[in-house]
């Protein structure tokens, strides 16, 4: 019966600094999907994006600030004991050794990144251990490109029901409550500049941030 396996949810990002816009979707997608536990997954090296300044180690930390204590948030520092460059791939196939076959897994990722999935490392293979679940994110409505809707149209499916009846290979995109423009980028810009983020992390993440003076001078 799938209401009794495992749901277990991964939000791989490069978290350059967390955010409240992760960390409010990474809440109420632990509620929306009902899983036992969503593992926030930061990349040591961003296949698709320059390095990031911060350290990931840095970046691990900010993200453990983060999360705090809530519940059902793990911050998972797997990919930072890889060398190489992160592939989701990889990291949901030592997932899936982890939890077993009948386990639904659940890879989660915002539109923005959606829109490049066709260019990640074998897309394909994502769906042999995962399901994927898309978050809207402001801003982003872009039609799907042709190579994307070839990768997800036969996988879709309607409702998390639906989805949660087999372990993997759904696609299921999903409007959580609280949609917020927040982006990592902009923190980026207005910490260089100097202005305040106060409101847009973690209050925890900000003292980290301001105590070691990270994010301060443009590479
Ligand atoms: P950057 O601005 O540096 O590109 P980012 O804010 O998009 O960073 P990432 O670490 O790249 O943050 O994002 C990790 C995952 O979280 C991605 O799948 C991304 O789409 C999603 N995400 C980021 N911000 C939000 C948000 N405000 N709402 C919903 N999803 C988000």
């Known amino acids: 019966m799938s209401q009794t396996e495992q749901r277990i949810g991964m939000l791989g990002g490069t978290f350059d600094p967390v955010h409240l816009g992760h960390l409010r979707s990474a809440v109420e ?32 930390a900010l993200l453990e600030a983060g999360i705090g204590a809530t519940p059902g948030l793990i911050a998972d520092d797997r990919e930072l004991r890889r060398d190489g460059p992160s592939y989701s791939v990889d990291t949901l196939a030592e997932l899936r050794g982890e939890v077993g076959e009948q386990a639904r897994l659940v890879m989660a990722i915002g539109f923005d990144a959606f829109l490049r999935l066709a260019q990640w490392h074998q897309p394909e293979r994502l769906f ?42 759904g696609y299921l995109p999903l409007e959580l409550p609280s949609l917020m423009a927040i982006s ?32 301060r001078q443009r590479e």
Do not use: N, W
């Not at 042999?128 to 036969?154: N, Q, T």
């Open 128 to 169: 042999e251990f995962a399901h994927l679940v898309v978050i809207a994110r402001p801003g982003y409505d872009d039609p799907l490109p042709a190579s994307l809707m070839e990768l997800v149209a036969h996988r879709r499916v309607d409702s998390v029901d639906a989805l949660m009846q087999r372990p993997c290979g």
């Open 29 to 60: 997608l632990h509620e929306a999907l009902s899983l036992d536990r969503l593992h926030m997954i930061p990349a040591q090296q961003p296949p698709l994006r320059g390095r990031p300044q911060v350290s990931a180690k840095q970046r691990l």
């Open 184 to 215: 990592a980028t902009y923190i980026r810009e207005r910490l260089e500049a100097g202005k305040s983020v106060r409101y847009l992390l973690p209050e925890a993440v900000e003292l980290a941030i301001t105590q070691d003076g990270l994010y």
